[in-house]
């Protein structure tokens, strides 16, 4: 069985009249860009924990991680309708990297779904991705 060697935080957070469920590792405040993970379909963000465990204690130390469930995927809140939009979640990112890092440019990572609203973001929001993976 795998041992977690970074236990994550969770939190809950409003976002678009949702209740989303976040996993946050590292510092709680930071002067380095925060490191926002989001996940693909059918995922959630806890998914990420094998990366956190894998990255340097100086790296953990110095940022915070954020890790969110996306709207209707693990602990956050699916919508009223049984439809997902991608202008939703490219909102809902938006709305939680106010929460997180107002006014501050993030390293956004992205993985299968989360990866093509990490790309239409940077697009759509170049200001706010300082990296892109």
Same mark, same amino acid.
């Given at each position: 069985?795998?041992?977690?060697? +970074?236990p994550?935080?969770?939190?809950?957070?409003p976002?678009?009249?949702?209740?989303?469920?976040?996993?946050?590792?590292?510092?709680?405040?930071?002067?380095?860009?925060?490191l926002?993970?989001?996940? !693909?379909?059918?995922?959630? !963000?806890?998914?990420?924990?094998?990366?956190?465990?894998?990255?340097?204690?100086?790296?953990?130390?110095q940022?915070?991680?954020?890790?969110?469930?996306w +709207?209707?995927?693990g602990?956050?809140?699916?919508p009223?309708?049984? =439809?997902?939009?991608?202008p939703?979640?490219?909102?809902?990112?938006?709305?939680?990297?106010?929460?997180?890092?107002?006014?501050q440019?993030?390293?956004?990572?992205?993985?299968?779904? !989360?990866? =093509?609203?990490?790309?239409?973001?940077? !697009?759509v +929001?170049?200001?706010?991705?300082?990296?892109?993976?």
């Open positions: 069985m795998y041992q977690v060697k +970074r994550s935080h969770t939190e809950f957070v976002i678009r009249n949702l209740r989303y469920h976040v996993h946050r590792w590292g510092a709680q405040t930071s002067q380095q860009p925060p926002v993970l989001v996940h !693909g379909w059918m995922d959630v !963000g806890a998914s990420y924990q094998f990366l956190v465990d894998a990255l340097s204690p100086e790296f953990v130390a940022r915070t991680i954020i890790a969110p469930d +709207r209707g995927f602990l956050s809140e699916a009223g309708h049984d =439809n997902y939009w991608f939703d979640y490219l909102a809902d990112l938006d709305f939680l990297l106010d929460h997180y890092a107002p006014g440019a993030v390293d956004l990572v992205g993985h299968s779904m !989360g990866g =093509n609203v990490a790309m239409l973001y940077a !697009g +929001r170049p200001q706010r991705v300082r990296r892109l993976v």
